[in-house]
């Protein structure tokens, strides 16, 4: 048994997502992964999209890295095409260092799953981010930031579900979605 890697899985509990971002509640990596695949076994479900365990375990652990690097948000790291390549390059050292971390690699992870699966786990990891905003929103959290993070979530819907065409059932969901 590979102790380390449930070592790094625990770690995910500290790392809370959003650091930049005021919110009421707490967000981390592991009830983020959680919430991502029983969303992703749900609408895969609903859409007839067929997946293996492989690819469910890739779903559930896609922050593993995050468990080390700390919860960079999307913005950051893809900011420019320096920032991107910067991040690649630091994704890249950390994941190729050790062995536990190499399959969760976002590269790798886009290599286990095809395009339609791949698809549907970036709808289901921004829902879930979408979801928590909402809630935050109910609340009473209007931050700038927060309201700017619902709607780069709702265009990243769009783009992976490619204007709505795809995962009907998600689109759905949301529409008829108060916290």
């Known amino acids: 048994m590979?102790?380390?890697k449930i070592d790094i899985l625990l770690g995910m509990k500290d790392i809370q997502r959003l650091p930049n971002t005021p919110h009421h509640r707490g967000y981390n990596l592991l009830e983020h992964g959680l919430v991502v695949g029983m969303l992703f076994r749900w609408?895969?479900?609903e859409e007839d999209v067929s997946y293996d365990i492989n690819v469910f375990d890739k779903v559930l652990l896609h922050d593993y890295v995050e468990s080390v690097t700390g919860d960079l948000n999307a913005c950051v790291k893809k900011f420019n095409d320096n920032t991107a390549a910067a991040w690649d390059i630091i994704e890249y050292e950390i994941c190729h260092g050790d062995a536990n971390l190499l399959p969760y690699s976002d590269e790798e992870i886009k290599k286990t799953m095809t395009d339609l699966q791949y698809r549907l786990f970036k709808?289901?990891?921004?829902l879930d981010l979408w979801i928590f905003c909402k809630n935050e929103q109910a609340l009473g959290n209007t931050s700038k930031k927060l309201l700017t993070c619902i709607t780069n979530c709702e265009q990243l819907l769009e783009k992976y579900t490619d204007n709505w065409k795809l995962f009907k059932?998600?689109?759905k969901f949301m529409n008829q979605y108060e916290p």
């Open 2 to 4: 590979n102790f380390k």
């Open 169 to 171: 059932s998600v689109q």
């Open 43 to 45: 609408f895969a479900s």
């Open 123 to 126: 709808t289901c990891d921004y």
